[in-house]
């Protein structure tokens, strides 16, 4: 599984950015997928996760009621629609892909996507 995260870039705070995650490969075996970010001297954070079929998402404290994740499978695209963006929002955002096929599971990251957020 390959992914290419997409749609970073500079806001100012209280603007919104809407990041895509584009998988290709053994899409199939997706199963729940993720946003993840790793602010300057951080370690990598979890921000949000979606189930298979879209119906179960869970957030961090931090971006609950700001952020909302998404998946389309027809596209094999996720979503992270970011709004009332903060000066501590500002990471690298890195997708992330749970497979599972005949019993073996494994974890598929992509390269990332840089979100400054200006006071």
């Known amino acids: 599984v390959h992914l290419v995260e997409s749609g970073g870039g500079l806001v100012q705070a209280g603007g919104s950015l809407r990041l895509s995650c584009a998988a290709s490969?053994?899409?199939?075996?997706?199963?729940?997928m993720g946003w993840y970010r790793q602010g300057p001297g951080n370690q990598r954070e979890l921000v949000a996760t979606i189930s298979r079929g879209g119906g179960n998402t869970n957030y961090a404290d931090s971006v609950k009621g700001r952020f909302t994740i998404s998946r389309d499978n027809s596209k094999n695209t996720m979503y992270l629609h970011m709004d009332s963006l903060k000066p501590e929002d500002t990471a690298r955002y890195y997708c992330?892909?749970?497979?599972?096929?005949?019993?073996?599971?494994?974890?598929?990251w992509g390269q990332g996507t840089q979100v400054t957020v200006s006071s």
């Open positions: 490969g053994s899409t199939f075996t997706i199963n729940r």
């Open positions: 992330n892909a749970q497979t599972i096929w005949i019993g073996v599971s494994a974890n598929y």
